[in-house]
């Protein structure tokens, strides 16, 4: 995925979006959903208890001998070069963590970001949340309860497929403008736009 999105695009894809309908949508872009530093020591010391119990069988198996506290000491050092080399290269923590981590801590961002946001508090609970996260390759629509219940969940699931292709091919804005429009004709079925509608939140993507 790429990082780079027109906002002003994004803004107006929502503004217009949201012209039928008395829903509010909303978006954000997170660079990443964690810094991932104790996650991925973690995976790293598990790494090298593994590969120090086949280094102590290989050992066994040809009869030779390593003092107990060389091999320990080995461990250390190790375990020690491996968390500076995180700290230098955090890019590499990422490759580490295993992809159901990497989603949990998307998703967990997704949803803080539909109660910081405000997108909960809308009068008829209509807020829609899109949000990408770069790192974790990771897409959501977070929709509130006033047309989540409205809406099966597989609509949602086809929005989040194509905003995700969108981004993989490096078209991150159309990407959204696509998920908004769609988001939008979903609202415009279910929450049309009242006489007296007030736009309640944001016509904007924020970026984390």
């Given amino acids: 995925m790429t990082g780079e999105v ?3 695009r994004v803004s107006a894809a929502i503004r217009e979006a949201e012209k039928s309908t008395s829903g ?10 964690d810094g991932y530093f104790h996650v991925a020591a973690a995976v790293l010391a598990g790494a090298i208890m ?13 009869w030779r001998h390593v003092d107990a506290s060389t091999f320990v000491l080995a461990q250390c050092l190790a375990f020690a070069a491996g968390v500076i080399l995180l700290k230098a290269v955090p890019s590499l923590r990422i490759r580490l963590v295993p992809k159901r981590v990497r989603y949990a801590k998307a998703h967990a961002n997704a949803m803080r970001q539909f109660l910081s946001r405000n997108v909960h508090t809308t009068s008829e609970r209509t807020g829609v949340l899109i949000f990408v996260s770069l790192a974790e390759r990771y897409a959501e629509v ?13 609509e949602w699931n086809r929005i989040v497929a194509d905003l995700v292709v969108a981004a993989s ?6 990407g959204f403008e696509g998920a908004v429009a769609a988001a939008g004709s979903l609202l415009a079925v279910h929450v049309p736009r009242g006489t007296h509608d007030r736009n309640e939140l944001d016509d904007r993507l924020v970026e984390i």
């Avoid at 509010?24 to 959903?33: M, P």
């Avoid at 977070?142 to 597989?154: M, R, Y």
């Avoid at 091919?169 to 159309?174: P, V, W």
């Fill in 24 to 33: 509010e949508i909303f978006c954000v872009l997170a660079r990443a959903s």
């Fill in 6 to 8: 027109d906002h002003s």
């Fill in 50 to 62: 593994v590969l120090s119990l086949l280094v102590a069988l290989w050992l066994e198996w040809g």
């Fill in 169 to 174: 091919g490096k078209r991150l804005t159309e």
């Fill in 142 to 154: 977070v929709a509130d309860t006033g047309i989540s219940e409205k809406v099966p969940q597989a």
